[in-house]
């Protein structure tokens, strides 16, 4: 009896990269409705993912800014917007 691995989990960035191919792929809507529930449902599990990775690191970085006596993090402020 063979044992089947587990797909490992994709990095952030591929995770990302694939979310847009899905993204776009359903945009064009040329997608039979089954194909695009299985693109939908893999989307869902990438994004869900890649927020599972953003939250971790922000964990790592508030705990590094803690260790090192720094301010908490705050939300990003774009000084850029509006040139």
Do not use: W
């Amino acid at each position: 009896m063979s044992k089947e691995k587990a797909p490992a989990t994709p990095s952030f960035e591929d995770a990302l990269a694939e979310l847009e191919t899905i993204v776009s792929e359903m945009e064009s809507g040329d997608l039979p409705l089954n194909v695009a529930l299985e693109k939908f449902e893999k989307g869902i599990t990438l994004s869900r993912l890649s927020q599972q990775a953003l939250a971790q690191a922000e964990q790592k970085v508030s705990i590094l800014l803690n260790e090192q006596g720094e301010a908490s993090l705050a939300d990003f402020q774009d000084n850029t917007a509006g040139d």
